[in-house]
């Protein structure tokens, strides 16, 4: 079945039992049975619906990238410095959530893999892409109000989102005492230096 015509339910069950299973054994471990082991679905019941892993594991960014999309453009906070504040928020993954933790450790993991794999790029790149842009737009918005300093916009978008990317490799996969304290403290500061005097 094409996969652009994998009904959305059955594409959302799939994309989280590929969550469950990459958040526990990664992308290099992942197998269709380690996700059929985390599904409904039989290993040749997910084979009717996607022709490989790579595909399955496109669902599962397809349906990552909407929800944290949602979430970064239903940012609920007044003006560009609390709104710039929750989407670090947001990026900065609690390190005791070990499910989330867990999955942005295996977004992390597709990363790497990205520039040799052409199925994984268009997902991931989308997905980089909307929250560089979300930033971007807050950080124009904050100096076009006077809130921040004249700031390039994307330039602090692609620093704050190195920032919080650098997060997941140092806090959460490689489990660095109080690094993730640190970074929250310094992205604190760095939002401070921005803000008009």
């Not at 992308?27 to 595909?55: I, N, P």
């Not at 993954?93 to 295996?106: K, L, S």
């Not at 040799?116 to 100096?143: F, K, Q, S």
Request: charged residues 30%.
């Amino acid at each position: 079945m094409p996969a652009d015509s994998v009904p959305p339910e059955q594409k959302a069950q799939i994309a989280h039992a590929v969550r469950k299973a990459l958040a526990k054994h990664g992308y290099a471990r992942l197998t269709t049975k380690k996700v059929a082991a985390e599904s409904e679905k039989s290993e040749a019941g997910l084979y009717y619906y996607y022709d490989s892993k790579d595909e399955m594991i496109v669902a599962f960014l397809d349906t990552s990238v909407d929800y944290l999309a949602r979430r970064l453009d239903e940012i609920d906070a007044d003006g560009p410095e609390a709104r710039l504040r929750a989407v670090c928020d947001i990026l900065l993954v609690d390190e005791t959530d070990d499910a989330a933790a867990g999955v942005n450790i295996a977004v992390m993991e597709l990363l790497s893999h990205a520039p040799h794999n052409e199925t994984l790029r268009e997902p991931l790149l989308r997905m980089e892409r909307h929250t560089l842009d979300v930033i971007a737009d807050i950080v124009r918005d904050g100096v076009e109000q006077d809130v921040f300093r004249d700031v390039d916009p994307e330039g602090t978008a692609a620093f704050v989102l190195s920032a919080t990317d650098g997060y997941t490799g140092f806090a959460l996969a490689l489990g660095m005492d109080g690094i993730g304290d640190r970074l929250r403290d310094a992205l604190d500061v760095y939002i401070d230096s921005i803000l008009a005097e």
